[in-house]
């Protein structure tokens, strides 16, 4: 079992950036890719990115391609996800998730465990 705990969402003008992190406390995670969903008001949870275990792959969804960077430190045992240029839109509870591979890396059925979720809210 895989805990994961979310931090660092909060409230930010539109054009501002926010970094959130996800730590998996006690338990290397080293060897599962991490990716971050996110799901907005009356919308469907969607893939927003991951890296693999390594950090050596990255896919990004179009919507945050260029604004959004995944990063991880194992040796913490923490993922982040900064996100800059932050749109109205991009306002949701984001989800940091950790899966075994790749695999499907967009689909949330590929992620074995999921944080609780931080909400980020992006005001005009």
């Known amino acids: 079992q895989v805990q994961l705990v979310e931090s660092g969402g909060g409230l930010v003008q539109a054009g501002g950036p926010l970094r959130p992190s996800c730590a998996a406390p006690g338990r290397p995670f080293s060897r599962h890719a991490m990716g971050w969903f996110r799901q907005g008001p009356g919308k469907e949870r969607e893939f927003v990115a991951v890296m693999s275990g390594s950090g050596s792959t990255t896919y990004y969804a179009d919507s945050v391609k260029g604004r959004f960077t995944i990063s991880r430190d194992n040796a913490k045992n923490t993922v982040f996800l900064q996100m800059n240029s932050l749109k109205v839109e991009d306002t949701a509870v984001y989800y940091c998730?950790?899966?075994?591979?790749?695999?499907?890396?967009?689909?949330?059925?590929?992620?074995?465990?999921w944080g609780q979720g931080t909400q980020v809210t992006v005001s005009s």
């Open positions: 998730a950790a899966a075994n591979g790749l695999t499907l890396y967009y689909s949330g059925t590929s992620y074995n465990y």
